[in-house]
């Protein structure tokens, strides 16, 4: 499975349309997240994703967090199937390609408690306690380049 890494102006409107889609069913309709979960954040965002059959089936996005772009953060990760291995080969592949076309010094994310496990297989370490973000108990982790 090949990653797909793109900026905004990048994407194609399918592709565009099927990661909205894809997050919308994860975070509004799984998860019973009310928010904006489209933001300007977005353009300014490399999309790392896999799809199949022209549907996104896995994605997270990562932006700089700091104006000297020395930290990126990751977010709204997501598989639509899960135990099947593609989150970690997201992971994976999303990690190389976010170090090499943004060149940063620190990953960081804010994790849903539950898959602190998970991020912590790829060098991800707790930095915060728990706090409530959208009703879900999250953690801020970090990874060090």
Known sequence: MNLISKEFKELTTIELY???KARSKIFI????????????????SLH???MKDNNVIAYLRAFYQDANKEIVKIGRVLTLNHGNGVGKKLMEQSLKSIKEKMNCKKICMDAQKYAVGFYEKFGFKVVSNDFIEEGIVHIRMELEI
């Open 18 to 20: 099927e990661i909205l």
């Open 29 to 44: 309709m799984e998860q019973n997240i009310h928010y904006q979960d489209i933001d300007d954040i977005d353009y300014r």
């Open 48 to 50: 790392c994703f896999f």
